[in-house]
């Protein structure tokens, strides 16, 4: 059994009526799997609410959702539900501001391991990053995977979901905040100033970050590496630019 169908047991609901009365109850759900093929009314009424409520549709094979089933009753539909709420982009910016600290946020793009995201939030937290924000699409969300994989920090740091990402710096980039993606083939993160409100860019595991995202960033910045391959895991890059961040803040304090 592979982590994805896994993961999804964690978090799932499945069966026409209970999902129908989680979308009822408000309860947030991330992502809708529904049997291919399935057009008769329940079903396309499920589909308005989870398009409704920004949950993602996913048409699967009737042999996935046998898989990720656990009671073999899932009448072709099975909803993926968040472990945590989410926040807004403004929550994170007023905390920010309670604080009294220049906003400081982690962007992931495209982030699609959920133990990768969860420790992504751990780090943040554990640096005084004030937020996370990801995409709704083609990225993990606050699964259960995800939950634990922040070991607690989830509890305290907020994480924002968006439509999208290069449409969100923009709208930061009009209160103040500048933008750091991480990229290989940028400059030694050493000799850029990294102080100031800020938004670190992460990109996917696969591929990075993407052109659009990356065309939105004031500045790449490029870890060292001297070894024999030739990239970090997401989250360890993200932890490695975000303490550079913290030492040049602690040094700027001085």
């Known amino acids: 059994m592979g982590t994805e169908t896994s993961e999804i047991k964690e978090s799932m609901i499945e069966g026409r ?66 472990a945590w709420e989410y926040a807004e982009v403004e929550d994170i910016l007023r905390k920010a501001e309670e604080k009294g600290e220049a906003p400081f946020i982690f962007l992931l793009d495209e982030i699609s391991d959920p133990h990768n995201l969860g420790a992504i939030i751990r780090t943040a937290n554990l640096c005084g990053a004030h937020g996370v924000i990801i995409p ?17 920090a989830v509890s305290y740091t907020p994480v ?3 439509n999208n990402l290069a449409q969100t710096i923009e709208d930061l980039k009009k209160l103040g905040l500048w933008f750091v993606c991480a990229d290989m083939d940028g400059d030694l993160m050493y000799d850029l100033n ?22 939105k960033c004031d500045f790449t910045a490029a870890i060292p590496m001297k070894g024999d391959i030739d990239s970090l895991n997401a989250s360890v890059a993200a932890g490695v630019l975000a303490y550079e961040i913290v030492r040049q803040r602690l040094n700027k304090c001085k």
């Open 17 to 82: 009526n209970a999902v129908r009365e989680a979308f009822r109850a408000g309860k947030t759900i991330d992502r809708l799997y529904v049997q291919d093929g399935l057009k008769d009314g329940p079903v396309m009424d499920l589909i308005r609410r989870a398009k409704k409520a920004d949950a993602l549709v996913d048409y699967v094979q009737k042999e996935r959702l046998d898989q990720m089933s656990e009671t073999g009753r899932h009448q072709g539909v099975i909803a993926q539900t968040a």
């Open 136 to 152: 709704k699409r083609r990225a993990a969300g606050l699964t259960a995977t995800a939950a634990k994989a922040s070991a607690g």
């Open 160 to 162: 924002a979901r968006v």
């Open 194 to 215: 990294l102080t100031g409100p800020i938004g670190v860019v992460i990109g996917s595991e696969g591929s990075g970050v993407g052109r659009l995202v990356k065309e």
